[in-house]
């Protein structure tokens, strides 16, 4: 059995580029794709799919925010 690599976080912000994802400062970057079960690339939401990873960060940090507003309130 292959041994699992253990992947750590690239902290954002992060850009999408077309269908890559890359961090700010440009040193790392990741193609988004999509796989059929039969091992065919499909074509489609690539470009999206990046853009909604690429936003992660900030979307995670906003819920955060959010969250501390709303705990306030209550």
Do not use: H
Request: hydrophobic share 35%.
């Amino acid at each position: 059995m292959k041994e699992q690599q253990k992947l750590e976080p690239v902290p954002g912000p992060w850009v999408a580029v077309g269908k890559v994802v890359k961090s700010d400062c440009g040193r790392d970057s990741v193609t988004v794709t999509r796989v059929d079960s039969r091992g065919k690339f499909v074509e489609g939401y690539d470009e999206a799919n990046a853009r909604l990873i690429a936003a992660a960060p900030e979307l995670y940090e906003q819920c955060k925010r959010f969250e501390r507003v709303l705990s306030e309130l209550v």
